[in-house]
């Protein structure tokens, strides 16, 4: 499976919007990406997920360029609650489904 | 999405030990579920995938003996963690797959061995 990378950790301010990159160089043709959230002592929650271009949902976006070696979450007007921990995953279809969890990116958001 | 509930939410146990931590898909039957550990300030790590009605498959460098795990229903996987030491001490967390390629996990299990 593509490795991923993304920053350890971003800082923000309420109201701003926050985009968190995440580069998978290896990416394969049957290869999706999938973000999730995760805030202490809980389990992930799936964010978004999507294959190329770009993604829409009722709490984020996800952009995807023509290459797929790289993506980006955007989170619009973030808010003290959006403080977690951002994992970006590559899940490759017919692999069972496991997903590879990567450092992920400690996002910060103050007032 | 599929509801996932796990018992209990946290433990806490002496060492040399055995501890049964359940993972139950409420509304969703799930011949598959992942179990998961992650330590703190860690990432998750995969360490086996529990396939109902057969064994379970373990990853790489996880003991099978250790960490038993029994999937007899579609909607009930146990981990066991058997003699546990302090080292066993993390965040347990199972996840179900639902018709898509969406995981939903469930709240976690929180293992202290003494």
């Known amino acids: 499976l593509a490795k991923t990378t993304q920053p350890i950790s971003m800082d923000s301010y309420e109201g701003q919007e926050v985009n968190i990159t995440c580069s998978h160089n290896n990416i394969a043709t049957n290869d999706y990406i999938t973000w999730y959230q995760q805030f202490p002592s809980q389990g992930p929650r799936f964010i978004i997920q999507g294959y190329k271009t770009k993604v829409t949902n009722e709490v984020a976006s996800l952009f995807i360029p023509a290459d797929r070696k790289s993506s980006t979450l955007s989170l619009p007007r973030v808010s003290l609650s959006d403080t977690a921990v951002y994992y970006c995953?590559?899940?490759?279809?017919?692999?069972?489904?496991?997903?590879?969890f990567g450092t992920g990116t400690q996002l910060k958001v103050e007032l | 999405g599929a509801v996932v509930s796990q018992h209990p939410s946290w433990v806490i146990c002496k060492s040399g030990t055995s501890v049964k931590i359940e993972c139950r898909s409420l509304?969703?039957?799930?011949?598959?579920m992942f179990w998961y550990r992650q330590f703190p300030k860690k990432s998750l790590m995969l360490m086996a995938t529990s396939n109902e009605g057969s064994k379970a498959t373990y990853e790489q460098g996880v003991e099978k003996d250790k960490f038993l795990i029994n999937h007899a229903s579609l909607t009930l996987s146990t981990l066991t963690v058997t003699s546990a030491h302090p080292e066993d001490s993390s965040f347990y967390i199972c996840?179900?797959?639902?018709?898509?390629?969406?995981?939903?996990f469930g709240p976690g299990t929180r293992l202290t061995v003494l």
């Open positions: 509304d969703f039957q799930a011949t598959t």
């Open positions: 996840s179900v797959i639902s018709g898509s390629y969406e995981q939903f």
């Open positions: 995953l590559v899940v490759r279809t017919g692999g069972g489904n496991k997903l590879t």
